[in-house]
DNA sequence: CCCTCGGTTCGGCGGCCGCCGAAACGTCGG
DNA sequence: CCGACGTTTCGGCGGCCGCCGAACCGAGGG
């Protein structure tokens, strides 16, 4: 059975603030190098080279080596999932932001982000109600998309789900809203039209994400949903 | 936002053996005393006196003061979700049971056992793909009851969701069978009803359970499963 | 072919953390 | 009121772990 030992074990590897750090930039669902990673969290090199090395052991993490470059990247969407649920457990206490830069990344990555693959934060919510509200996704018995719903992803989107141990859609929740913003194939595959339409661009160099002028006249045509392009530039 | 700092200290309550074996001992959802805990990790009353005070202060358990008893207990079912999560990741590397006795132990769970508030291992993964066939769960699009499920629960088991943030219907990742079966409101519901009408029954002290003759019974009248009554005595 | 540069390995240092035993505290039972 | 018992507090001990710098390795680039 799961004993105590291999619990312990695998909270371990995120029990430390820089591997933390690591796994929380990773989010992005990016692959970044050992040294863009070691300079984030403030580290030398070799401390960074030791710290991958655990993650990747531990499963983890997925290294791939070119030229002399280790680049790394989360192994999985439930790696993911399980670092934006532990993420949601570890807010709550407490930790207000502090300095103005920081008051202004926090409030660009409240109004919209990508969570590993899919989207979240207000921008996520009120799309995901927005979809509830149209008859698309079952809110209220679970988190499923309808047969309406089905047809629409394919109609408006084309979407098709593939056969595979992931849920087509599944509920994240979020941990600046407080409640569930759609994930699983249906939100991968949201988040990735969307953003090759240009209906949506990144906001500098870190997770959080503003909606382009296109993209909320998309939204508002779709789904009804009307919100404002990007508040804050860049 | 969630700093790799919150993150870590969140994860380093579990980053100890002792205290990862206290929480999943705590997952059958009842309440232990402090001694209790100490005796079954082995170690000292004064270690587990202080493994206490960190998880509480962490907020992952609960505790009530009874005469000269201090009670713990699971804080949230998100708390328990969470332990499922890590377990599922936990489990899948190599880790294998030595001895008879844990052995038994390890076939008694994956057979059948309680997740904090509902049912898991092969048991509650067949209730819940017999949902699926008689179209009262949605597999397909995600987990949710459908209309028809949401009428079946109410009038085979008196089942009426409360408004709450927590999911009438969710899916938890099975670590025996790696599969989803029910767990939010509605699996709850099932399992203390089960619970309730004698269908299923502790198997000694764990989290482990055998179904009754009775329960045999019930579960083919109302979903046409049929699983054998408890392979093993007691 | 050498130089640069990203990454790794290794030794060593410092601090944190889990453990225990001893002593103290409060509750319960007789 | 006294003894038993569950729990807590406090030192102190040992080990693990994260950190760095120095040396080393290998891939590119000029």
Do not use: A
């Given at each position: 059975m799961t004993t105590g030992a291999a619990l312990a074990d695998l909270a371990a590897l995120l029990a430390d603030r820089t591997r933390a750090q690591f796994c929380l930039a990773l989010l992005d669902g990016r692959a970044w190098t050992a040294g863009e990673l070691a300079a984030l969290a403030g580290v030398a090199p070799s401390t960074a080279s030791e710290h991958l090395g655990r993650l990747v052991a531990g499963g983890l993490l997925v290294e791939r080596r070119q030229g002399r470059h280790r680049y790394v990247q989360l192994a999985a969407p439930e790696v993911a999932q399980l670092l934006e649920d532990l993420g949601a457990h570890a807010a709550p206490r407490g930790a207000e932001p502090v300095g103005l830069r920081a008051v202004a990344t926090t409030a660009a990555l409240a109004w919209g982000r990508t969570c590993y693959d899919h989207l979240a934060g207000r921008l996520g919510v009120a799309i995901t109600s927005a979809l509830g509200e149209r008859g698309l996704?079952?809110?209220?018995?679970?988190?499923a998309l309808t047969t309406d719903g089905m047809a629409w992803f394919r109609a408006e989107l084309g979407f098709v789900p593939v056969?595979?141990?992931?849920?087509?859609a599944r509920a994240c929740l979020d941990w600046t809203e407080r409640r569930s913003h759609l994930a699983g194939q249906a939100g991968a595959h949201l988040r990735s039209r969307m953003q090759h339409n240009g209906w949506i661009a990144g906001?500098?160099?870190?997770r959080a994400v503003r909606l382009t002028p296109s993209g909320t006249r998309a939204l508002s045509d779709l789904l009804g949903v009307t919100l404002p392009t990007a508040a804050t530039p860049t």
């Open positions: 996704l079952d809110l209220t018995g679970g988190f056969p595979s141990r992931r849920p087509v906001r500098g160099d870190g």
